[in-house]
């Protein structure tokens, strides 16, 4: 389960066939290109169902007081 500002989102977690690499492209000073390596998907997450609203959290966002 998983909560992302007002909503709930249930999925279950599987494996990656083949892992996916996070890259960051960097060049230097004399505009040379070097590829960084910054981490390693081995997971994923599936969402069978749409994402459900928590009322009591939508409705506190809602109220905010008007301004003048």
């Known amino acids: ?3 992302i500002g007002i909503y709930d989102l249930v999925g279950m977690l599987t494996d990656l066939k083949d892992p996916i690499l996070v890259n960051e492209k960097k060049y230097d000073e004399a505009g040379k290109l070097y ?3 910054r981490g390693i998907c ?4 599936l969402f069978g169902t749409r994402p459900t ?3 009591e959290r939508a409705l506190k ?3 905010k007081p008007a301004e003048r």
């Open 53 to 55: 609203p928590i009322l």
């Open 35 to 37: 590829i960084l390596v």
């Open 42 to 45: 081995k997971n994923k997450i």
């Open 1 to 3: 389960m998983m909560k």
């Open 61 to 63: 966002k809602k109220k």
